[in-house]
């Protein structure tokens, strides 16, 4: 069965830092990943996503993720952290059959001023 | 061009009662998931409608049903209310379904409160 997990409910960045996100996947097959981000009372915006290619993906808004097959983990990153970042993100798989996709439990990013 | 609507945004509902949730696609697109979304977790997957018909089930009771109609919109009805259904239930729209689903678009969520 496919899944993913996001080991961090929380993380914490100071404005213009660096920020990374967390996910880790687990599939049967190749894994087709996104991230989403979601703001308070609010519906999934789509950030990115990987279905094959370049192990670097890019984004909206400025982000991007790194797809390593070894350590099975698709973390998303920013060079540099805006206030305005700071949400709710989710890492998601789609299933084998393609109509289903499964959510990590989340991670709250919080930009520091 | 529309992205995915969904309507209402905020409902309450009693335990017991019924209720109907809708959801228009984005333009162009053809299927339609449904998610249900507890406080402090991920989505969780309901069912997907593609061509009218539900192609796609995940681990819900009989009670959440759904529906597509030929302009590809979708009701989502869940029966008998429990205080357990509350949560924000997402519409998702897409092309094609299966192999060839590689994006989903999301609405901004339907609130249910069940009181």
């Known amino acids: 069965a496919q899944s993913v997990a996001q080991p961090e409910d929380q993380v914490n960045v100071a404005e213009g830092n660096p920020l990374t996100v967390k996910c880790t996947y687990s599939?049967?097959?190749?894994?087709?990943l996104f991230w989403y981000v979601q703001y308070p009372n609010r519906g999934l915006q789509f950030l990115l996503k990987?279905?094959?290619?370049?192990?670097l993906v890019k984004g909206s808004y400025g982000f991007e993720a790194e797809f390593n097959k070894s350590q099975t983990s698709f973390h998303l990153k920013k060079p540099s952290a805006l206030v305005s970042d700071s949400a709710l993100y989710f890492c998601?798989?789609?299933?084998?059959?393609?109509?289903?996709?499964?959510f990590g439990t989340g991670t709250s990013l919080t930009v520091i001023p | 061009d529309a992205g995915v609507t969904q309507s209402p945004t905020h409902l309450i509902k009693t335990r017991g009662q019924q209720v109907t949730l809708r959801c228009s696609p984005k333009?162009?697109?053809?299927?339609v998931s449904w998610y249900q979304q507890a406080l402090g977790q991920g989505p969780q997957f309901i069912f997907q409608?593609?061509?009218?018909?539900?192609?796609q089930r995940g681990n819900f009771p009989d009670r959440f049903s759904g529906h597509q109609f030929p302009n590809y919109s979708s009701e989502l009805n869940v029966n008998a209310l429990l205080l357990g259904d509350s949560a924000l239930y997402l519409c998702?729209?897409?092309f094609g379904g299966g192999q060839r689903n590689t994006e989903a678009f999301f609405g901004q969520g339907t609130r249910l409160t069940v009181v």
């Open positions: 409608y593609y061509e009218e018909e539900e192609r």
């Open positions: 333009s162009g697109h053809d299927t």
């Open positions: 990987y279905i094959t290619g370049d192990n």
């Open positions: 998601a798989v789609r299933d084998l059959t393609g109509n289903q996709f499964y």
């Open positions: 998702a729209s897409s």
């Open positions: 599939v049967s097959g190749n894994p087709y």
